[in-house]
């Protein structure tokens, strides 16, 4: 049961089907979605002023059988101009007003059976999801950091290739390996990809000083930006940089005692940026 009016959404009651209660299968760790992401390839554009747009090539697997509605969550102001097969056939879907239930479905042309695969691509474009704070500090708000493009449940583990366009005077970082990076004219493009599935894909793009540091055959980063955001100029003292020195120093110590208790981490690379707290 779920409760939602213009200040709050929420589950407040959830309960297993009668059946499982009585077979002894209720358990809290099934998998509820009608789908499981298994590849995103991703095609951001950054404009200057924080506008986002996007085409994203979502391949989804059906967890059980006559899928047909899929569920996707999508910032509500990045608004869907359209959605098609692989193929180029366009497909329905329903996104209402942002300020509203401004939830993403997209309807198939037929039900999927259980392990059936597909692949749908998205376009859509918008602002308010990527906040400009001046001085070249960009920020995803808090909601916008998962659900940038068509995602499904989050924790959902899915491949990601991704490819940003952005002003070249600007730098991006993002969560995954960079393949290429190349400017075209007044724009960088660049190109990341994950060496494995992960539970989710981020950005974060600003004027960025960037250092390095390998600790224990994992490399270590971190992108700070040379000026204060505008609302902070007038604090004395603070510098991005220099605090980006301090978050390297616990990363090391962080990392150490991660292996010390877990062994050798999966992930060779780990970037620390910049966030201002929402």
């Not at 001085?135 to 290739?161: H, K, M, Q, T």
């Not at 075209?184 to 190109?191: F, L, N, W, Y």
Request: hydrophobic letters at 35%; proline letters at 4%; charged letters at 20%.
């Amino acid at each position: 049961f779920m409760t939602w009016n213009e200040n709050k959404l929420g589950i407040w009651a959830a309960f297993h089907l009668a059946g499982e209660y009585a077979n002894g299968t209720a358990t809290g760790k099934q998998r509820n979605s009608v789908v499981k992401m298994k590849n995103h390839e991703l095609d951001l554009t950054v404009e200057k002023g924080g506008r986002l747009g996007g085409k994203a090539k979502t391949t989804f697997i059906a967890e059980t059988n006559s899928v047909r509605v899929i569920p996707l969550q999508l910032y509500p102001t990045l608004r869907v101009q359209s959605v098609a097969e692989d193929g180029g056939q366009p497909l329905s879907f329903v996104q209402e007003d942002k300020e509203k239930d401004a939830d993403f479905w997209v309807i198939l042309p037929k039900p999927l059976a259980k392990g059936e695969q597909f692949t749908i691509i998205t376009s859509y474009s918008g602002k308010d999801a990527l906040l400009n704070e001046g001085s070249g500090n960009y920020y995803l708000v808090d909601g916008a950091r998962e659900s940038w493009y068509p995602n499904g449940a989050f924790g959902e583990i899915a491949s990601y290739d991704m490819r940003f366009t952005f002003p070249k005077n600007l730098a991006l970082v993002a969560s995954a390996t960079l393949v290429n990076e190349t400017t075209e004219g007044s724009q960088t493009v660049s190109r990341w990809r994950t060496d494995q599935p992960q539970t989710v894909a981020a950005f974060h793009v600003g004027g960025f000083r960037k250092e390095t540091k390998t600790v224990g055959g994992i490399t270590l980063e971190t992108y700070a930006n040379e000026s204060l955001p505008d609302q902070f100029h007038l604090v004395e003292g603070a510098s991005p940089t220099s605090m980006a020195k301090k978050a390297m120093a616990e990363a090391e110590l962080c990392t150490q005692i991660y292996g010390d208790y877990f062994g050798p981490s999966a992930f060779k690379r780990l970037a620390m940026t910049q966030q201002t707290a929402d």
